[in-house]
């Protein structure tokens, strides 16, 4: 059974971290490319950050996360990583990962899909 556990996730104040971690099972990481989503009320799902299968390429898909956010995977953990530093309230949003066959950082392009971890920047 394909299945992505995700964790880290909470509430932080503004200027702080978060590392979230997405854990894969029933299907081997290393083929896909993985990628970090999130979801704020009222909005679309939107891509932040993608990585490719080789993990030597990285996609910044919202700019405003550049310098502040990193993706990373370890394939032997068959884990994806999302380090967020500089957090703004704006960044309040559940957070998904997903992966898919190929490369790219759209939602509607992943297959697999985590089930939502709730970030929340605010004093």
């Known amino acids: 059974q394909v299945q992505f556990v995700e964790s880290g996730g909470g509430l932080v104040q503004p200027g702080g971290s978060l590392r979230l971690s997405c854990a894969a099972s029933g299907f081997t990481l290393d083929y896909y490319a993985a990628g970090w989503f999130r979801q704020a009320p009222g909005k679309e799902r939107e891509g932040v950050l993608c990585?490719?299968?080789?993990?030597?390429?990285?996609?910044y898909y919202v700019d405003y996360v550049k310098g502040r956010f990193t993706i990373s995977r370890d394939n032997a953990k068959n884990t994806v990583y999302l380090q967020m530093n500089s957090l703004k309230p704006e960044d309040t949003a559940v957070y998904y990962c997903?992966?898919?066959?190929?490369?790219?950082?759209?939602?509607?392009?992943?297959?697999?899909w985590g089930q939502g971890t709730q970030v929340t920047v605010s004093s």
């Open positions: 997903a992966a898919m066959l190929g490369y790219g950082c759209y939602p509607n392009l992943y297959d697999y």
């Open positions: 990585i490719s299968s080789s993990g030597g390429g990285s996609t």
